[in-house]
């Protein structure tokens, strides 16, 4: 086990180094010179050279690239191009916000799937079953807008259900009173595609020989279903829920950019909007890291739980 | 069962194409689902041609105007008395601002006199509309037909393009080994380890560019992945099979056995990966424009659409918002629809 793991962890460098250069590629080559956008338009030469000799990009390609490694390493990506702030306090004061949307929202999208999932494998075939699921894909061609443009709209903007927007310093205040609609809402645009991802999960289980075992012994249906086929389905959830994991990092861009929450996710798209660079390259180089550490774990998870299974 | 004793009475055997029509024939879902695809490909096919929606941009009613069917009896009535004399439903023509930037009006109104030289109707903009019309007069019937056409563009040629990428590279990879695999591998799992939701966002911070081309490059470039480690797969599974060992020892070539050989056994999973990129690629699509990275303001998408829509929902203007998504979740559930369905038809091994 424990060589499985190291030589995973050895295998994670050339991916990282890939990455590394990936967001190098785009960001010094493909990005064009940045110099010219942060002097603004009326700027001379004076101007953009000292700032290009502040970022370090009149040196040569291979010394920006050695920069950009130690930055990785040392974890310090300087400061935000149009704040100042450093990116590292960046992420330190808008990760609280993400965790406190996405932390509940995952715990309960994957219990109520789940149920619902096993619900809809116990009756497989049926009306009901196979309704839902058009119902599901009908839900799933709507696109994720739609479903938080209505749902802003008409609960808490028509009704006054919940806030409109906002966001305070108190984490009890954000939990009940402006958090729930976002998570209400992430649960719904959720709720078909796991639906159907689980109950797949579930159906793989349903037809194998330990369950006919159970039921020939004569033990009650629920107990057939959530102890036995429960048991074993869970292990694909777990490693689906876990690689989802860095997710959580990400934040719901969406849902943040809606109601109005100071997370990671809206950070992001408002560096995407002001070109800053230094914000998405650090984002984009943990998150990936974050992911191959998380499918590791799921993998890892994945042979512990199910003996099964052989990893190499 | 049936097709082998058919095949021994005719002599020849029925091809895996036939055969998948003939199952895909039977699935009544699958059948509809393609005519109402085949149906929106029709109408952006005549929005390219320029007979449909043509004048989408045009002034031709008055700001918010409400869709005709939400009309009850009596405002119809006070609609038709309300107006001067012989014109119901219209008011007369009042210049706006919007005329002023409208490069084609000057043109457009020589046009409409031209046709109809009597009628001061010419220039009425009407009251409603079939689904109303936008903040500025514009027909929101002709603005989805329009939507659709750019959004289902740039869903199917992002889609295209990530299919061929990852599809070259996942034959490439699995057919030769050795380093172009792990050289192959390697781009995939670097791309693989970025979250698709921060590498498209990436990506359209560098581009810096927005339009219905650089969308498709964003998509095309993220979204090879999956039909990459499928292409790879097939490729390793069929590269020693008999067939292709057949045709080595005539003498076929790398390239030939690759793509005249195993590419036709292998061309159903492409097909299906392209129909699913699709549907993903139009839903990103609407995403990246509504945050303002996609399709430009001057344009019409569905999710220029949806971007607008927000704005007129707080007016308690509803009817652009159902219209965008009542048009992109038809095509979408049917694409979907239809993909399950090819599916199932075009592998064999599904019991039917």
Same mark, same amino acid.
């Given at each position: ?74 974890? +310090? ?166 690689? +989802? ?68 | ?53 043509? +004048? ?70 009407? &009251? ?83 339009? &219905? ?40 070539? +790398? ?98």
């Amino acid at each position: 086990m424990s060589a499985y793991v190291i030589r995973r962890l050895w295998q994670m460098i050339p991916t990282l180094m890939g990455v590394i250069l990936l967001v190098f590629f785009l960001f010094n080559w493909v990005g064009g010179d940045p110099a010219y956008l942060l002097a603004g338009l009326f700027s001379n030469q004076e101007q953009i050279d000292s700032i290009r000799a502040e970022l370090g990009l009149d040196q040569p390609l291979t010394v920006q690239l050695w920069i950009f490694v130690k930055q990785v390493a040392t974890f +310090n990506f300087g400061n935000s191009w149009t704040t100042g702030e450093s990116v590292a306090s960046i992420f330190a004061s808008r990760l609280p916000a993400s965790l406190t949307l996405m932390a509940p929202l995952l715990i309960i999208e994957t219990i109520v799937a789940l149920v619902l999932a096993i619900g809809l494998a116990w009756v497989r075939g049926s009306s009901i079953d196979r309704g839902t699921m058009v119902v599901f894909t009908a839900l799933m061609s709507v696109s994720i807008l739609v479903f938080i443009i209505l749902g802003q709209y008409i609960l808490a903007y028509r009704l006054g259900w919940f806030p409109v927007q906002g966001w305070s310093e108190d984490y009890w205040k954000n939990i009940s009173t402006y958090a729930p609609l976002p998570i209400l809402l992430g649960l719904v645009v959720s709720i078909a595609p796991n639906t159907r991802l689980f109950r797949s999960f579930v159906l793989d289980e349903v037809d194998q020989d330990y369950v006919r075992t159970a039921r020939a012994k004569g033990l009650s249906e629920p107990r057939v279903m959530f102890v036995h086929v429960l048991r074993n389905a869970l292990i694909p959830v777990i490693t689906f829920v876990i690689s +989802n994991l860095p997710g959580l990092l990400l934040g719901a861009f969406l849902l943040e950019r809606f109601f109005g929450i100071p997370g990671v996710g809206r950070e992001i798209i408002l560096a995407v909007e002001r070109s800053d660079f230094p914000v998405i390259k650090a984002v984009t180089v943990y998150v990936a890291i974050a992911t191959m550490i998380f499918n590791l774990i799921g993998d890892v998870l994945y042979r512990l739980t199910d003996p099964r299974v052989q990893l190499r | 069962m049936n097709s082998m004793h058919s095949s021994i009475a005719t002599g020849t055997s029925e091809g895996a194409w036939s055969q998948a029509w003939r199952r895909f024939k039977s699935d009544a879902v699958g059948v509809w689902s393609g005519i109402t695809v085949i149906l929106c490909l029709i109408l952006v096919l005549f929005t390219l041609l320029g007979s449909l929606a043509a +004048n989408w941009e045009k002034e031709v009613a008055i700001g918010h105007a409400p869709p005709s069917w939400t009309l009850t009896d009596s405002d119809r009535i006070d609609a038709s008395s309300g107006s001067a004399g012989s014109l119901p439903n219209v008011v007369l023509y009042e210049p706006t601002p919007t005329d002023v930037v409208d490069p084609i009006a000057a043109q457009w109104e020589l046009v409409q006199k031209a046709v109809k030289p009597a009628g001061d109707q010419v220039n009425a903009l009407a &009251t409603h509309l079939p689904m109303g019309s936008d903040k500025w007069g514009r027909d929101v019937l002709a603005k989805t037909i329009k939507g659709a056409e750019t959004s289902i563009l740039v869903g199917l040629a992002a889609a295209f393009m990530a299919t061929i990428l990852g599809a070259a590279l996942g034959a490439v990879s699995g057919w030769y080994g050795g380093v172009v695999d792990d050289l192959s591998n390697w781009l995939y799992n670097v791309f693989h380890s970025i979250p698709g939701i921060l590498l498209i966002l990436a990506i359209a911070a560098v581009l810096n560019t927005k339009g &219905t081309m650089a969308v498709v490059i964003i998509l095309g470039t993220t979204g090879w992945t999956g039909t990459y480690r499928l292409m790879r797969g097939e490729y390793l599974k069929h590269r020693h099979r008999d067939y292709v060992r057949a045709a080595d020892a005539i003498g076929a070539s +790398n390239n030939r056995r690759m793509f005249v050989h195993i590419l036709p056994n292998v061309s159903h999973v492409i097909l299906v990966q392209f129909s699913l990129l699709t549907v993903s690629c139009i839903k990103a699509e609407v995403i990246l424009s509504f945050l303002g990275f996609g399709v430009p303001v001057d344009g019409v998408s569905w999710g220029t659409m949806l971007t607008e829509a927000q704005n007129d929902l707080l007016v308690g203007k509803w009817w652009q918002l159902l219209s965008a998504t009542a048009a992109m979740s038809i095509f979408v559930t049917g694409l979907s629809l239809l993909t399950d369905s090819l599916r199932d038809a075009l592998d064999p091994k599904v019991i039917h």
